[in-house]
T-cell receptor, first 113, second 109 residues
Framework: KAGVTQTPRYLIKTRGQQVTLSCSPI?????VSWYQQTPGQGLQFLFE???????NKGNFPGRFSGRQFSNSRSEMNVSTLELGDSALYLC????????????FGPGTRLTVT | KNEVEQSPQNLTAQEGEFITINCSYS?????LHWLQQHPGGGIVSLFM???GKKKHGRLIATINIQEKHSSLHITASHPRDSAVYIC???????????FGTGTSLTVIP
């Protein structure tokens, strides 16, 4: 069974631009969660989607948004990029959340200059 | 305020030593997860616990729900165990994860 894939793996953007990251979950998994990891803040929850519905959102500004498609693939978008958005963005898929094991993708490393 | 506290932050051990990493949390949870992250970023889920104890090879994870505390033990540590170990909790009634700051483990041959 193929694992979670994320594209692109690396990305360099300029302040003010927007970016879209993609996550393809493990086949059969309907939950996709997104996380931001920075050296200063560690891992932080962005949002979780289940069957195309956002079920929860972390404490991030509205510039961070996401969506999930009918095939469970998910995208997250960051608009008006700031230097502080430079981070490793990870997605994880699972059959559900809470008491289900999460399977992480390799991450997308975003650098904002 | 951190919902999840881990200790120690950094740990250096000699190969073969017994290692313990601790995690305390302040919210009611439906499950606690131990994650391993190697340099380069990839995260692997080691354990998911809602009660008791689990063992996988040289790794053992325990949880005490009443005390809101979990431990991850590594027996006969090996240099390949060198990684960051992260504790994460799923609060009851929420689909949001809260993460500890991680424990950076280095095992010296």
């Amino acid at each position: 069974k193929a694992g979670v894939t994320q594209t692109p793996r690396y990305l360099i953007k300029t302040r003010g631009q927007q970016v879209t990251l993609s996550c393809s979950p493990i086949s059969g998994h309907r939950s996709v969660s997104w996380y931001q990891q920075t050296p200063g803040q560690g891992l932080q929850f962005l949002f979780e989607y289940f069957s195309e519905t956002q079920r929860n959102k972390g404490n991030f500004p509205g510039r961070f948004s996401g969506r999930q498609f009918s095939n469970s693939r998910s995208e997250m978008n960051v608009s008006t990029l700031e230097l502080g958005d430079s981070a490793l963005y990870l997605c994880a898929s699972s059959l559900g959340t809470g008491t289900y094991e999460q399977y992480f993708g390799p991450g997308t490393r975003l650098t904002v200059t | 305020k951190n919902e999840v506290e881990q200790s120690p932050q950094n740990l250096t051990a000699q190969e073969g030593e017994f290692i313990t990493i601790n995690c305390s949390y302040s919210v009611g949870i439906s499950a606690l997860h131990w994650l391993q992250q190697h340099p380069g970023g990839g995260i692997v889920s080691l354990f998911m616990l809602s009660s008791g104890k689990k063992k996988h090879g040289r790794l053992i994870a325990t949880i005490n729900i009443q005390e809101k505390h979990s431990s991850l033990h590594i027996t006969a540590s090996h240099p390949r165990d060198s990684a960051v170990y992260i504790c994460a909790v799923s609060p009851v009634g929420s689909n949001q994860f809260y993460f500890g700051t991680g424990t950076s483990l280095t095992v010296i041959p």
